[in-house]
């Protein structure tokens, strides 16, 4: 029988474009401090820590989780690093979920982070390829085009992305950790604002940040005697899949709707627009949000950008998403996918502030990396299953 | 710089070298690049032509094995207009990437568009390859230097919806 498992504590750093004062190390060990905080904790308490970034080429150090042991209090405990891409911190968080489900451990810690300033993701993202045309410029050229195949499928009014975009960056001025901020934000500014990969305009894409995430997940135990409502996990899933398969659905990747039945199926739900309260998805770039909601069968395939028109996924809509501000508003890429784990913890133990959607009971977080190929996702409850 | 000023942090620039290994099916296609065809390879699992050839279809699991020549046209899929540039990427701005699925072809492959106006390029649009004089062809995918639009009609979404 797995042990029941939760999030007993969240930290996380003020994302930002340049964390100059502190060191990896630095920037890693202030989440992890305040996680423990959160979670009544001492380092002595923690049994392993799980360590999560996207490729050791964002910040050219290979390895990084050899020299930050020592800051993470891992010395003398096991110590895992893992990497999924941008799905990291995801799927960092399931892996040190499955680690106290299985028994192994009662409390553990687990971090994950992103110091893009110190080298050039953009960089290490256009490699040349030997033998071959280097055309894909980052990130935002390779995901353009499956924007536009969306765009092309579903038929969607070409300002659905202005308008993920708008309300992503609102939601991110109630967050005091969200690296983007625009006060006056408005629909004119994101339709406005220059095309960089066309379709995907500048305001619709996500910044560089240094910034990092941690949770505390404990067993039964250890949850019961938290200073705080934990956050239960009550389903976790993962999928992969190829870059490239003749066939391959790029634009609803088969590895992601693979990964939403099982995830729905393991948390006992049937209609996930009804039973979840609220979720925290990966969307770097804004068109990503109706693709996701189709994905994660919250919308029937082509009216998810509905969702969006409707003002479902607004702040006080039916289903709020990325009340956080989201990935568009704060990138320290491999925390990215933990930022969204963390945030559907904090909205079910109560503890979002001024982004709470009030009443939050089961939350989803979820996350993408690679080329729309790793998948992570956890559904968290105010009670277990 | 004082004595007191912080050191806050230095630049290390990092390079990577390596030597890279086509394996037996990429370089079957890149020699017949060489001499101006684009061969790709067929899963014998789901009839499949993948183009370029990476050795195995990745749905099937299984190795392609027969050869077969496709052709250098074919049609956009989707595609992006970059406008930012990158530092690996020796392209003046804006230019146009295209999902294109060459005639025959199972699979679209990253290309480049040219010789067209930017608010021109169409999903559906058919495409030509250019390539370098023959004098410079060498075991590379650089022997195209681009795509441009044939005229001919566009093809209906229906027909590669599956292909983006």
Known sequence: ?385 | MSDKEPVKSIITPTRTEYTYTPGPSAQRSLRALARGKLVGEICPSCNQVYYPPSGACARCGVATRDEVEVADKGTVTTYAIVRVPSENIDLELPYCTAHILLDGADIPFFGLIQECEWDAVRIGMRVEAVWKPESEWGLNAENIRYFRPTGEPDVPFEQFKEHL
């Open chain 1, 1 to 385: 029988m797995p042990e029941r498992c939760a999030v007993i504590g969240v930290g996380q750093t003020h994302h930002t474009a340049k964390r100059i004062d502190v060191s990896q190390a630095g920037l890693l060990r202030e989440a992890a401090l305040r996680a423990l905080e959160d979670a009544g904790c001492q380092w002595s308490d923690i049994d392993a820590v799980v360590i999560g970034k996207a490729p050791d080429m964002f910040e050219g150090v290979m390895m990084p989780e050899l020299f930050l042991a020592e800051a993470l209090g891992c010395v003398g405990k096991p110590m895992f690093r893992v990497h999924t891409a941008g799905s990291v911190g995801g799927t960092t968080a399931i892996v040190a979920s499955q680690l106290v489900k299985s028994g192994v451990h009662g409390r553990v810690l687990t971090v994950a982070y992103e110091k893009q300033s110190e080298s050039n993701a953009m960089w290490a993202l256009s490699i040349k390829i030997p033998f071959r045309q280097a055309i894909v410029a980052g990130a935002g050229g390779y995901f353009a085009p499956l924007i536009r195949g969306y765009m092309q499928r579903s038929k969607a009014p070409e300002d659905v992305g202005i308008r993920v975009a708008l309300k992503d960056r609102q939601n991110a001025l109630k967050n005091p950790y969200a690296h983007l901020k625009f006060p006056d934000i408005d629909f004119d500014q994101v339709a406005n604002s220059p095309m960089l990969w066309d379709p995907i305009r500048y305001l619709e894409t996500c910044p560089s940040s240094d910034g990092a995430c941690a949770l505390v997940i404990a067993d039964e135990k250890h949850a019961a005697k938290a200073p705080k409502q934990p956050a239960w996990i009550q389903a976790t899933a993962m999928r992969s899949e190829p870059t490239q398969f003749a066939g391959r659905d790029t634009v609803n990747p088969q590895a992601s709707r693979d990964a939403a039945d099982e995830l729905w199926k393991k948390a006992e739900i049937t209609n996930p627009r009804e039973e979840i309260d609220c979720c925290e998805i990966y969307v770097p770039f804004s068109w990503f949000e109706p693709m996701w909601m189709e994905s994660l069968r919250f919308a029937e395939e082509g009216s998810g950008w509905k969702m969006t028109y409707e003002g479902a996924t607004a702040l006080d809509g039916d289903l709020p998403v990325n009340m956080s501000g989201g990935v568009l508003s704060s990138n320290p890429i491999g925390a990215s996918g933990m930022l969204r784990f963390a945030e559907a913890a904090n909205q079910v133990r109560g503890e979002a502030g001024e982004h709470q959607v009030p009443g939050a009971k089961r939350a989803l977080g979820h996350a993408y990396g690679g080329g729309s190929q790793f998948f992570s996702m956890w559904v968290v409850a105010q009670d277990p299953l």
